[in-house]
């Protein structure tokens, strides 16, 4: 966070609100998938894309509370552009499925912003795999493998960047000594939510970087990157009542507003500035640098490879 909410050299800072990053901006010429749209960071992104002009597709976990974040949206903005679709991002079968009905609805697809994230004690997803890997981590590196097409094909036919945004955390810092536990994944013994929620951070900014490369390497006019949108007061604490407790405490002396929480999701989507730009980290709408281990481009395309076995096992 920039000291004292100064601005960096993108002219905005921790302060900035999304409406702020994206003022000005016409974005009525793109589509975009919000995932985790329904609350938190999420539905502001949604709220201020749509006001932007952006056709928004909301990926939702409930389906009856997006359509709920739909109508306000639609009383507050009057010819917003909204669809809501399921998506369980701890199932790949349900990802699999939401992808099958994007590419069955023809809709073009300018941005992907892998929003949605969970903080929880130790369990499995439906599919095996730890839950916050699975919903974190590897249920947005299946949906942007699957939706990856439809992106470069919007590219080409609209001459319009692609962008796709990890919202990732600098939490990621606070992972385990390895970075990935490759064959602990699933480990209960030596288990610690954060360190895990860490890891699933720490995955996402290589998901980004590994993506990045593959993309300019094939000359591709999509670009990916990753970003911490701040500590902000949102429901991703539910499951952990201390922490979250602490955080309502003193939330409104530290924390940042939702408004301001997704202001770099939205600069990083938006904004013209960020044209080209690829395989970097955001922090309060600027450019941040990352540690080694997020740099590391040995770990990540490891990474990559050990998420396609889990992905298309055998």
């Known amino acids: 966070?920039?000291?004292?909410?100064?601005?960096?050299?993108?002219?905005?800072?921790?302060s900035s609100t999304a409406e702020e990053v994206t003022q000005g901006i016409d974005g009525s010429a793109l589509t975009a998938i919000v995932t985790g749209a329904s609350s938190g960071i999420g539905e502001e992104t949604t709220r201020v894309l749509a006001l932007r002009g952006v056709h928004l597709v909301m990926a939702v976990r409930n389906v009856d509370a997006g359509r709920n974040v739909k109508e306000a949206k639609l009383r507050e903005i009057p010819g917003a552009k909204i669809d809501v679709m399921a998506l369980d991002l701890?199932?790949?079968?349900?990802?699999?499925?939401?992808?099958?009905?994007?590419?069955?609805?023809?809709?073009?697809?300018?941005?992907?912003?892998n929003n949605a994230g969970v903080?929880?004690?130790?369990?499995?997803?439906?599919?095996?795999?730890?839950?916050?890997?699975?919903?974190?981590?590897?249920?947005?590196?299946?949906?942007?493998d699957l939706l990856l097409e439809t992106m470069k094909k919007t590219a080409r036919e609209s001459n319009i960047e692609g962008r796709i945004v990890n919202v990732s955390s600098i939490g990621y810092r606070l992972?385990?000594?390895?970075?990935?536990r490759f064959d602990k994944i699933n480990d209960e013994s030596g288990y610690y939510s954060w360190y895990a929620y860490g890891q699933s951070k720490l995955a996402n900014i290589l998901h980004a970087k590994e993506l990045s490369r593959r993309l300019k390497e094939d000359g591709v006019e999509i670009t990916a990157n990753s970003l911490h949108p701040g500590g902000i007061l949102t429901n991703i604490l539910r499951h952990d009542h201390s922490m979250n407790g602490f955080c309502h405490l003193i939330g409104k002396y530290f924390l940042k507003s939702i408004p301001q929480g997704a202001a770099t999701t939205c600069y990083v989507a938006l904004h013209p500035h960020v044209k080209g730009?690829?395989?970097?980290?955001?922090?309060?709408?600027?450019?941040?640098?990352?540690?080694?281990?997020?740099?590391?481009?040995?770990?990540?395309?490891?990474?990559?490879?050990?998420?396609f076995t889990l992905i298309n096992p055998k």
Request: some cysteine; aromatic content about 12%; overall charge neutral.
């Open 119 to 144: 903080v929880t004690p130790f369990m499995l997803s439906h599919d095996g795999i730890e839950l916050h890997f699975a919903t974190n981590y590897l249920g947005p590196f299946l949906l942007t």
């Open 277 to 307: 730009v690829s395989g970097e980290f955001f922090k309060d709408s600027n450019i941040c640098n990352t540690s080694s281990m997020a740099k590391d481009v040995d770990l990540a395309k490891k990474l990559r490879d050990f998420s």
């Open 90 to 113: 701890s199932s790949m079968a349900s990802i699999r499925k939401f992808a099958s009905q994007y590419q069955s609805s023809n809709l073009p697809l300018n941005l992907l912003i």
């Open 1 to 14: 966070m920039w000291i004292f909410g100064s601005k960096g050299p993108s002219g905005f800072s921790s």
């Open 175 to 180: 992972t385990y000594s390895e970075g990935i």
